[in-house]
Nanobody, 123 residues
Framework: QVQLVESGGGLVQPGGSLRLSCAVS????????MGWYRQAPGKERELVAG???????NYAGSVKGRFTISRDNAKNTVVLQMNSLKPEDTAVYYC?????????????????WGQGTLVTVSS
């Protein structure tokens, strides 16, 4: 079974840094894109940063210059380095991937989500 496994997150003071990592577990055929979304209490889920198979990057305006997304194709992982964190960055962060993998019914093209990891920025 293919799934996204997240690690990182936690409590950090304003101005601090955190690193989120997400790995695709299981056997896959190809990855189209990977990225991170977040959802704060009472708000809709929003894209934080994404990277495509062609290494095209996309960042939310609120995190540009502070967050960096990178991808290790050999390990099927994506990392979000978050610097200069602000209280408004507090949210549950979700890994996302659009990929193709094999099932008994054949190749399937799916969008998967991780279980979410909480990031709290507070003094």
């Amino acid at each position: 079974q293919v799934q996204l496994v997240e690690s990182g997150g936690g409590l950090v003071q304003p101005g601090g840094s955190l690193r989120l990592s997400c790995a695709v577990s299981g056997t896959i055929f190809s990855i189209n894109s990977m990225g991170w979304y977040r959802q704060a209490p009472g708000k809709e889920r929003e894209l934080v940063a994404g990277i495509t198979s062609g290494d095209n990057l996309n960042y939310a305006g609120s995190v540009k210059g502070r967050f960096t997304i990178s991808r290790d194709n050999a390990k099927n992982t994506v990392v979000l380095q978050m610097n200069s964190l602000k209280p408004e960055d507090t949210a549950v962060y979700y890994c996302n991937s659009v990929l193709t993998y094999s099932t008994p019914a054949g190749l399937t093209y799916r969008e998967l989500w991780g279980q979410g990891t909480l990031v709290t920025v507070s003094s």
